[in-house]
């Protein structure tokens, strides 16, 4: 066998090397333009950024300059009532001047219930209301830092000096989410359907007895007539829901009634999937930027609503990096406290606010149309004298309450100063049980009226909730030793909401949020009894409801606190509720998202943060 290397054998060599060098080179090459091409990548990311930001700041035809923290709220102050022009996305635009700002990532967000229905007006469900705010908005808001009112739908507004006619001049250039204009008609559908009694919104109703009609004047004038002087008179214009008449007007009023998803507006988000095919029980509410938005886009590109019912639950979840945001129960916070690197990966914020609202125990005084044992007021008072405020407040609350005595929160004007707080006084609540025909009569430890019936009810709280839980045991114990047996009756929400709009329970638990200068008709007026009123305790004084109907109605602020002093100090003689205390907030917040500050209404809109794009998790 020749086994010489030949020439042959040299070229074939020659060869490989040479193609062996050729793909040494080619691969160098590669290298450096998958560099450049990351390089491109980065630079179009920011060009992106950067084209979006020139896009927000040319739309709604206003100045492209840049706008500081300070330029925002200067402009907050300006004077809308001769007809001067805004910038309501003042705030939304400063951090876009921030060197880290970038568009993109998600919020995610816990509730802890399901949401039946976002269908507005039809809803009294405060998780629906937290949606419905980024989808549809209002002809005015008020500014966080002023908390005077500031153009959104309405560029400018005019009020007549008897208060009586508002008129609103509207944007030109707004639209829904579908593209399709935003006009008069569609206020004025908006406030017909409010009042349509075939429609059932009789919470929203209540807030327009006092207005006579809303007149369009062209497609971008819009004329509101009110029936009498009333305090909140422009409140209630500014903030109608605003229905947009091609969509809405679409279906029937049975159809309406009867839907579940029907949330469509001119907001910065979106449902994710077409409102007719929204269904509750997924989990989940999503939430996406709207691509039509009129305005300045928000940097976030989705909110993710997240139903955890579980109190423990919805901790593992934060704990878990799973969420953005996170308002911990009061005996988590103390835990959460404790742990130095989650206080240094997240934001923490602590405050309260006028706006805060109050928990309250109510005392439904008739049931299927006969009266309670909680129609006698000395009852009530017995049951507030029973309950020991300050101490719930340090223990199950861990001192992020403050009792209160009225709707009125203590810091606003409305809260009557010389009103004190029913004591604490076991003693005093029995002699007043005893006064009211209750006392032990067969010495079996239950209280008795004198036909022998016993002191037994059942309150109703959200089973979702561990902190309402505890506060309806402890309250159970509390009522035991003044010989009242009270059976903790925790439920789903949904089915909560139901049995209260039925009128359905002995005692129930919750809280309402509060406004700068709250109105108590729909809660405690007389006329607010009828079904789909908030007065769903069947709570009824006539004296009450002169004093509320005259502050209602009286335009000078120094005389209605006068009145609203007498409502508190009604309310609190009455006692239709055991009115617990008014609470901090305490909410934590990822680290990575960015312009998250503090207002006088509590944390600032989501619509003002961002995420910078190295820090960016969610949706990449």
């Known amino acids: 066998m020749d086994n010489r290397f030949g020439f042959k054998d ?4 020659l060869l490989l090397v040479a193609i062996l060098v050729t793909l040494w080179f080619k691969m160098i090459q590669d290298d450096r333009q998958w560099d450049k091409l990351a390089k ?56 876009m001047n921030e060197p880290d700002y970038a568009s993109g990532d998600w919020l995610v967000y816990p509730f ?33 830092i002023t908390l005077e009112w500031q153009p959104m739908l309405a560029k ?10 508002i008129v609103f001049k509207l944007r030109d250039n707004v639209s829904f989410s579908d593209g399709k204009p935003f006009t008069s008609a569609d206020v004025v559908f908006s406030y017909n359907w409010i009042m349509n009694p075939k429609v059932a919104a009789p919470r929203d109703r209540a807030y327009y007895d006092k207005v006579e009609s809303v007149t369009a004047v062209g497609p971008y004038t819009v004329i509101f007539k009110l029936k009498e002087t009333y305090f909140k008179g422009f409140d209630v214009c500014a903030g109608i829901t605003i229905l947009a ?50 305005g300045i886009a928000p940097a976030l590109d989705r909110i993710v609503y997240r139903e955890i019912l579980d109190d423990n639950a919805r901790l593992v979840a934060f704990r878990n990096g799973e969420l953005d945001r996170y308002g911990p129960t009061p005996e988590q916070y103390v835990a959460l406290k404790k742990d130095e690197q989650l ?18 125990i109510a005392w439904n005084q008739q049931l299927e149309g006969k009266p309670t044992i909680f129609a006698d007021k000395r009852v009530r008072q017995a049951m507030t004298m029973l309950t020991n405020r300050d101490q719930m407040a340090r223990n199950l609350m861990v001192g992020l309450a403050t009792p209160c005595s009225s709707p009125f929160h203590r810091l606003g004007k409305q809260a009557n100063p010389d009103v004190q707080l029913w004591p604490y006084s076991p003693d005093k609540a029995i002699a007043l049980l005893k006064e009211a025909g209750f006392e032990d009569r067969d010495g079996d430890g239950v209280i008795e009226s004198a036909d022998g019936k016993q002191f037994t009810f059942k309150l109703i709280y959200p089973a979702s909730s561990e902190n309402y839980k505890q506060m309806a045991f402890y309250l159970k114990d509390a009522y035991a030793r003044a010989g009242i047996a009270m059976e903790p009756d925790p439920l789903e929400w949904s089915i909560m909401i139901q049995r209260i709009n039925q009128r ?25 009894v009828a079904d789909g009123g908030d007065n769903y305790i069947h709570y009824v004084n006539k004296e009450l409801d002169k004093y509320i109907d005259a502050a209602r109605i009286n335009m000078n602020e120094d005389e209605r606190m006068k009145l609203w002093h007498k409502v508190h100090a009604i309310l609190h003689e009455d006692q239709p509720y055991t009115f617990l205390w008014t609470t901090k907030a305490v909410l934590y917040m990822d680290n990575r998202i960015k312009n998250v500050q503090r207002v006088k209404t509590g944390i600032n809109e989501l619509e003002e943060w961002y995420v910078p794009r190295k820090l960016q998790r969610w949706g990449l």
């Open 10 to 13: 040299w070229i074939v060599c």
């Open 40 to 95: 491109i990548q980065n630079t179009l990311t920011s060009q992106s950024d950067e084209l979006a930001q020139l896009s927000n700041k040319l739309a709604s035809g206003i100045k492209v300059t840049g706008v500081t923290q300070s330029d925002a709220q200067s402009n907050a102050n300006t004077s809308t009532s001769q007809g001067t022009q805004q910038d309501p996305f003042a705030r939304v635009r400063a951090p």
């Open 112 to 144: 802890g219930s399901t949401v039946s229905k976002l269908t507005p007006m039809i809803s009294s469900d405060v998780y629906q209301s937290v949606i419905e705010q980024h989808v549809i908005e209002q002809l005015a808001n008020r500014d966080p």
């Open 156 to 165: 400018s507004w005019s009020v007549s000096d008897d208060g009586l006619t």
């Open 245 to 294: 008449k091609h969509f809405y007007g679409q279906f029937t009023e049975a159809q309406f009634n009867e839907s579940t998803g029907l949330l469509f507006g001119t907001g910065p988000y979106k449902l994710a999937v077409a409102p007719q095919d929204w269904k509750p029980g997924e989990g989940k509410i999503e939430l996406v930027r709207n691509d039509k938005y009129w």
């Open 343 to 360: 206080n240094k990966d997240k934001q923490l914020f602590e405050f309260e606010t006028i706006t805060g609202g109050y928990r309250y």
């Open 504 to 528: 359905k329970f002995d005692a129930m638990t919750l809280g309402w949020s509060g406004t700068i200068e709250g109105d108590p008709n729909q809660i405690f007026h007389s006329d607010q």
